[in-house]
């Protein structure tokens, strides 16, 4: 019984792919992954489920969870998620080394990696614990079961934006509610938080009609822009982006775009932010020329942006606007532009008449 166990083992370690074979190794200085002893520690567990080992042999081999979604593969076929892949994609960007497999190091790229849909259907099925009740479930059950369906998962009081901190599960939550002392605060208590939430909301508008102002002005122009990256030529090199000249209100501008506003070691930080820089390149008549801008998601990217709007005067002494953030909504969301060939942007630019 002992030794069939010993076997079985043996097999399952070998098919999660975590002891490579001899010819798998291809830079021969293969290291031992985090994942081999998770699933030492998994398999000397007495007794160990099937679905255990299954999460050992699916999860992703750089951050050792099981991915949500998609799932890829190197050409040797070891898993990665979609966000550890950008990350490293990103990261070799960053290095300017081309990127590999943690596993294999075997060359990974967008075109090199493709999904693995089996694996994706198995950890679908691959049963989760909701953090509320505890029930095991298919994953892809557990979304709607936890947001909707679950009878301890936490709902808020009807009386929250009056203040009310409660949180409990849907059947405790008429009780509550009777007994619930918000409503019955006078006005004045509950005043400095609708103010909170009134600002926060006209923040949100003022910035909504700044743009529609913008849009019915007599000059308005945008362009699709396609930033593509290149390396400082400083003694360590640095990766900047940049587009081509493109004309706008008859003259010629680039945008140039960097990594963590020019920090030493972007590789070292697990945050990732980008911020970009308008540049004129063609000599303005006497006047100086003021302008607004706003970078926006282009049209087929699927990058998620808060837009900001910018100012600056432009003449022949000032041609170079301050970097300024673009608000990418994450370092998720900036590794994965950074992981791809180039970024694109579409930037709409409003000349204000003086
Ligand atoms: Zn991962
Ligand atoms: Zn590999
Ligand atoms: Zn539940
Ligand atoms: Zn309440």
Redesign the pocket.
């Known amino acids: 019984m002992t030794t069939n166990k010993m076997a079985e083992e043996d097999r399952t370690a070998e098919s999660a792919?975590v002891s490579c074979h001899p010819d798998?190794d291809v830079s021969g200085d293969y290291e031992p992954l985090k994942k081999k002893s998770k699933l030492d520690v998994q398999s000397s567990k007495q007794p160990y489920k099937l679905e255990e080992r299954l999460n050992g042999i699916l999860c992703c081999?750089v951050c050792l969870d099981l991915p949500a979604i998609t799932v890829f593969?190197?050409?040797?076929?070891?898993l990665m998620c979609a966000s550890c892949l950008s990350h490293l994609l990103a990261d070799a960007r960053l290095k300017d080394e081309s990127a590999t497999?943690?596993?294999?190091?075997?060359e990974?790229s967008k075109t090199a990696c493709i999904r693995n849909l089996a694996v994706e259907k198995a950890i679908s099925e691959l049963p989760a614990e909701c953090r509320f009740c505890s029930a095991r479930l298919p994953r892809s059950e557990l979304a709607m079961h936890e947001g909707e369906l679950c009878q301890e998962r936490r709902v808020p009081c009807k009386f929250e934006r009056i203040g009310c901190p409660w949180e409990g599960p849907p059947h405790e939550l008429k009780e509550h509610e009777k007994m619930c002392t918000h409503p019955s605060k006078p006005a004045a208590d509950i005043m400095d938080l609708l103010d909170v939430t009134y600002h926060r909301q006209e923040d949100e508008m003022r910035l909504y009609k700044n743009i529609f102002n913008l849009l019915s002005l007599e000059k308005i122009t945008f362009s699709d822009l396609q930033l593509r990256p290149y390396r400082t030529d400083d003694y360590i090199s640095k990766l900047f982006y940049e587009t081509s000249r493109f004309s706008a209100f008859s003259h010629q501008w680039v945008v140039k775009a960097r990594v963590n506003d020019n920090q030493k070691h972007p590789v070292h930080s697990p945050d990732r932010t980008l911020t970009y820089q308008l540049v004129l390149k063609s000599k303005l008549p006497s006047t100086p020329m003021q302008l607004q801008y706003v970078a926006i998601e282009g049209p087929y990217t699927n990058t998620h942006m808060n837009p900001a709007i910018y100012k600056f005067d432009f003449s022949n002494e000032a041609t170079e606007t301050d970097y300024q953030l673009l608000p990418i909504l994450s370092s998720v969301e900036c590794n994965k532009l950074l992981a791809a060939r180039s970024i694109n942007l579409r930037l709409i630019l409003f000349q204000l008449q003086a």
């Not at 593969?73 to 070891?78: L, S």
């Not at 497999?101 to 075997?106: A, D, L, M």
Request: hydrophobic share 10%; with cysteine.
């Open positions: 792919g798998d081999a593969q190197c050409t040797n076929g070891h497999c943690p596993n294999c190091r075997c990974i």
